[in-house]
């Protein structure tokens, strides 16, 4: 998206990971602004919106992507 012209918010946890993303969309030409998400935490979730909103003043397109597992891989 970032390479078709998109501005791309990233979010998730950890702030070193978001930088290094930003770096990387910014190297292809992109521009890309990273906020720190912790998900399930609604308050967290409100502030980091009116962060981007405040930023961009709008959303074009939202991807929910969170990834969350409980795989048990059984030990032979």
Not at 13 to 31: D, T, Y
Not at 58 to 67: F, G, Q, R, T, Y
């Amino acid at each position: 998206m970032a390479e078709a012209g998109a501005k791309v918010v990233v979010a998730a946890r950890n702030e070193e990971k978001l930088a290094a993303l930003v770096q990387e969309i910014a190297g292809k030409g992109g521009e890309a602004y990273a906020v720190k998400l912790e998900c399930g935490g609604r308050g967290t979730d409100q502030a980091a919106f009116r962060t981007i909103l405040e930023k961009f003043g709008k959303v074009d397109i939202l991807v929910n992507n969170a990834a969350i597992t409980r795989d048990v891989w059984p030990c032979a």
